[in-house]
């Protein structure tokens, strides 16, 4: 139906529809945690709206971007690891 | 910096903003609308995917479009010089708008309170999890528990088994007494009464529980299980995914440091939605938890109000129907207080600096835990751990100060030196800048 596109999470290669949000993208790669919180402890998103900012990663270089706010576009890099 | 001119500036483009934006404009003003999101229609009209807007949300920004009314998206408020002054910054560019009159229309948030296993990744918001699942995230086929408390956790419910989620339990903290008495006021509302039964009706397979709440979520990555405490006993559940949301709080944070009277949380308003400082005005949630039929009422009658226009009698009459339902909604989700011994000592309460239960406990007021642990000091600033600091130590809020967001240290730059809030000369201290 809708129009596939094509990003990377983690290096990866992902087709995901277009317009989702990059959180959702890292959740169909298959990834649970999307950073570590300041003790070390595994967090992924709670609030789903932008105001918690347990899920935070790097997206084209850029750091600590919401991925519950930021929206897929073809070729786009997500970095978790390294968030 | 940009330079923006608005007659009613509105903060937020939910049900209220709109509705205000819309009431303004067609009384002649000069509005701009401010929101932080990819597209107007708030938590509740938010669009399947990022692209198309919620069918509501198109209805709004046709009327919107025939009056001229400017909405900007993806921008967040970060900082405001008085009233009549809001900075914003969007994509890393700072705007300055000057109104002369202000409305706040910034909605609510979830309620999050903790319990062991509570920051496990996989347990998210019951709200929450709904924005997630509209904007694509992967549901179909999974486990899903909701617990917490309130009327959307039917809603989501119902939500997610469309989406082929498979509900597991339904876990409303409120006795069923209390929900059944709330049931018999909504002859008063007849459209929440179709609603209801409507849900009630397609979630008839999904088992459902009163007076039942989440004692702790287990796993090791992400929650594998759920123990939940139920009248009869607990009950333990395997899971993919724990939606857990104990209601909905005002977002008052632009309204407190601005100086507007607050009471019991929400921002207080008269019958024109006017706060205590005058030329602000509140509408929807912030003003007390009521649902979107209000959330409309209170905007149009704000928005009205904020132009100088005069307010029709029956708009005020529809507006005051509505609000005698929120205080029905209010009692028959009281939160119960087993709800605050939930948390283990070691159990985080402040998520961003990973204070535990334990370290805030024996602390006086939210100001002296954070002094004392940087509790609501991390990037959230407060939004989660303060409402739950409030439930659970009985803490009031303490000071808000700019930037509300985190913001890129050039955008804040930009803005330079503002003069002191009358209302709140503290805050001139942190956020003065050289430059």
Redesign the interface.
Known sequence: M?RQIEVRVDGRALR??????V???I??AGV???QR???G??????????????C?VVIDGRR?VRS??A?CSEGMEIEVARA | MREVASEVLILGAGPAGLAAAAAAAEAGARVDVIE???SPGG?IWRPE???EAHPTTRRWQQRLLRTGVRVHLETTVVAADGPRCIYTVCGGEMSRFRTSRLVLATGS??L?LPFPGW???????V??????VK????IEGKRVVVAGSGPLLLAVADSLRRRGAKLLLIAEQAPRRAVVRLARQLWRSPRKAIQALGLMARLVQVPMRYACWPLRATG???VRSVLLQGSDGSIELECDALACGFGLVPEIAIAAYLGCDVECGAMSVDAQQQSSVPGVYGAGEITGVGGVELAVAEGAVAGTAAAGARVPVRWLARRDRQQAFVSHLDRAFALRPELRRLAAPET?VC????VAFEALAGAESARAAKLATRCGM???QG??CGPATRFLFGWHHDRVRPPFF?VPMAALAAIGTVQPSSANPACYQTFTMDC
């Open positions: 809708s995901v529809p277009a317009g989702i949000s959180a959702a993208a959740a169909r649970a945690v999307f919180s300041v003790g402890e595994p967090r992924g998103p709670l609030c789903g709206m932008g105001i918690c900012f347990e935070r600590d519950c706010m929206v | 932080g999101n990819r938590q995917g990022a692209t948030r979830e999050f920051t496990l990744p996989g347990v998210t918001g709200g929450g999890l709904q924005a997630l904007s694509g995230w992967p090791d990555e992400c985080i998520r961003c600096e990973d991390g990037s959230c939004r989660v985190p």
